[in-house]
């Protein structure tokens, strides 16, 4: 009797980004410069792979940085960057920058975010946009997706409510794909995909970088331009997956209201 063959917490990871990236085996050899062969025991669990060959193999498949150390580990390897919390000190000095963008950037919104949609900080500005929403919407973690789109939240004041959807569920189904652990993610789509709104126009413009947000707040229709920023700082995993959703007037009448 020939036993099974146990795949290794590494080489199933492997392959299953591998997959997400929708590479065959033998164009992820090729671009690692590793033989077909080795790559197929490496995810089969007959070959024990190497810390420099796991790095190698997921630069070729842009693994973010905080998902490699997980790789590293699975492999039976220290981490190269550890991760820490997002108030140790050697982040500090980069939130207080951050943080200090937030505040530059009133009168109008801005928000803080991780890769969940959960909100790290924002302005004073938000404050006013969300003011309305069900206080349950509104405790930590406060996610901005759920937010949004969720009948006592956001939703009934968006104007544009289908594009602005549209636009959250696109980013979702993104960050999905290139999460090593998406399952929060997935939880979150679902959910938010069974709240009633307006479904999606076939006949949109594809969505870009910028996006427009027609909400009410205070019995004022509010044209905001949309922009997200991300964090980029390879050097340490606690900012891996944070970005700054900023907002600006699209109009003179809506710059005049947030002027106050």
């Given amino acids: 009797m020939v036993s099974p063959v146990k795949v290794s917490p590494v080489g199933a990871e492997l392959r299953r980004w591998r997959q997400r990236r929708s590479l ?14 080795h790559l197929s025991y490496v995810e089969n669990g007959r070959s024990t792979p190497s810390a420099d060959l796991i790095l190698r193999l997921a630069a070729v498949l842009d693994v973010p940085e905080a998902e490699r150390d997980r790789l590293l580990v699975a492999g039976g390897f220290a981490p190269r960057g550890p991760a820490r919390g997002l ?10 920058g951050l943080r200090r963008l937030l505040d530059a950037h009133e009168p109008y919104p ?4 991780d890769d969940r949609w959960d909100v790290v900080d924002t302005n004073a500005a938000v404050d006013a ?15 901005v997706v759920r937010l949004c789109l969720h009948p006592d939240g956001l939703a009934p004041r968006i104007r544009n409510l289908a594009a602005w959807r549209a636009r959250l569920l696109h980013q979702l189904d993104r960050r999905i794909a290139r999460a090593a652990a998406p399952a929060a993610l997935v939880a ?8 009633p709104g307006a479904e999606p126009d076939p006949g949109a413009p594809p969505l870009g970088p910028v996006s ?9 229709l509010l044209r905001l331009v949309s922009v997200a920023t991300q964090v980029e700082d390879a050097g340490d995993a606690a900012l891996a997956g944070l970005h700054l959703e900023t907002f600006l007037p699209a109009d003179d009448l809506t710059r005049r209201r947030l002027l106050g």
């Avoid at 979150?188 to 709240?195: H, P």
């Fill in 24 to 37: 065959s085996q033998l164009a992820l050899a090729t671009a690692a410069q590793v033989s077909t062969r």
């Fill in 212 to 220: 427009l947000l027609e909400v009410e707040s205070g019995g004022q």
């Fill in 129 to 143: 946009l969300v003011a309305g929403s069900h206080p349950r919407l509104l405790e930590p973690p406060l996610n």
């Fill in 110 to 113: 801005a928000l803080l975010l």
């Fill in 87 to 96: 108030e140790a000190d050697a982040v500090a000095a980069v939130m207080a």
């Fill in 188 to 195: 979150l789509r679902e959910e938010v995909r069974g709240y």
